[in-house]
């Protein structure tokens, strides 16, 4: 593997560089993989494959937005020492100007010298230039030596999600909550449900909590295009909402990824209804995973929200991880 993180002949200086697909992907998915190690999940391990092998016209640095459905334009950063790839940063549009920054790698031997804060600075200045008025990244909460470049630079943690996981072929342990009367689960409309949905995720600190990287919010947004940029890469999402006489009281997501896997699902519900009707939504979308390709199910929740947590594993899942999400405001 490190043969490949190797250039032949002087095509880079040594230091950074802005990523161009042509020349680096292949070294920035060795290295990938050989600085993330056994953090890596399987799912992501597949995807590393598939860029791999991925060529010619297909060579762009797109390809990785892996994770980030809705991701638009995309750039990064590479640091090469004496023709070897030893550092990587990617970002991703995701928003009229609120950009994702992932892929935050050092080569295990260069760890400790600047690379990653030097590259991450660097990322920031193009990205400035490009108009984004908002880093936001995910990293692990028990992340030192990450969360300590990302705290340097100014980043500030908008809140914590707990990341869950469901193991395919287990269709989880129904929660059979019932419903109040004049309350109802249903499909989201996003032209009749749009404003009142964004009031409840307002409500439960779902905008704050890092609007590109929730599909909550990204259900919004979808539009004509977004739905054929689902279709062509394989994704389908179904969108409930428990409604009511007030509206809706609960919002849910499956985002199911095809063979990329896992299925992704989230929940946000109404602070003054929580813990009431989160099982009812659970229970509806987990009756549609059935439907797709058997795998595991990945969910998000945020970490102060209790009900849907506890709905979560009572219905099986498992908590793999704590996320922070980090904001940099340009
Ligand atoms: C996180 C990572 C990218 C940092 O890369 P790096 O090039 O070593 O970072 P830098 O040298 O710029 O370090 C910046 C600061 O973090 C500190 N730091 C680096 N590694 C550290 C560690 N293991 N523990 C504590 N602090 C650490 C440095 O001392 C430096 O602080 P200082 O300026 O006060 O001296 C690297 O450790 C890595 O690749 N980790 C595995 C992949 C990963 O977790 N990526 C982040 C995903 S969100």
Redesign the pocket.
């Known amino acids: 593997m490190a043969a490949s993180l190797r250039l032949t002949g002087s095509l880079v200086p040594d230091g950074p560089a802005r990523f161009d697909p042509r020349r680096d992907l292949r070294a920035v998915v060795d290295l990938l993989r050989l600085?993330?190690g056994r953090?890596l999940a399987p799912q992501d391990l597949r995807w590393l494959d598939g860029l791999s092998r991925i060529s010619g016209a297909s060579l762009t640095l797109q390809s990785m937005a892996n994770g980030l459905p809705g991701a638009g334009e995309a750039t990064g950063q590479v640091y090469y020492h004496d023709g070897q790839l030893v550092?990587n940063v990617s970002a991703f549009r995701c928003g009229r100007d609120v950009w994702v920054v992932a892929n935050?790698?050092?080569h295990p031997a260069?760890?400790?010298?600047?690379?990653?804060?030097?590259l991450m600075r660097l990322a920031i200045q193009d990205l400035g230039r490009r108009g984004a008025h908002q880093l936001q990244?995910?990293?692990?909460a028990d992340?030192?030596?990450?969360q300590?470049?990302y705290a340097?630079l100014g980043f500030w943690r908008m809140n914590s999600a707990v990341a869950l996981r469901l193991p395919a072929h287990s269709l989880g342990r129904r929660t059979f909550q019932t419903l109040g009367a004049g309350q109802l689960l249903r499909p989201f409309h996003r032209r009749r449900d749009r404003r009142a949905v964004q009031a409840l995720l307002d409500r439960a600190g779902e905008l704050d909590r890092g609007g590109p990287t929730s599909q909550l919010v990204q259900a919004l947004d979808m539009g004509v295009m977004e739905g054929l940029d689902d279709w062509m890469s394989g994704r389908r999402r179904r969108t409930m909402v428990v409604d009511s006489s007030t509206g809706p009281l609960a919002i849910g997501t499956l985002l199911n990824q095809g063979r990329i896997g896992p299925h992704r699902l989230e929940m946000a519900a109404d602070p003054d209804w929580t813990g009431r009707v989160e099982g009812a939504l659970l229970d509806g979308l987990l009756s549609l995973v059935a439907t797709v390709p058997a795998q595991d199910i990945e969910a998000e929740v945020d970490a102060r929200a209790g009900g849907p947590l506890a709905s979560l594993l009572w219905a099986g899942f498992r908590r793999s991880r704590t996320l922070d999400r980090l904001a940099l405001d340009l």
């Open positions: 600085g993330f953090d550092g935050v790698v050092t260069w760890r400790g010298q600047g690379i990653a804060s030097r990244l995910q990293v692990r992340n030192l030596a990450a300590k470049v340097s």
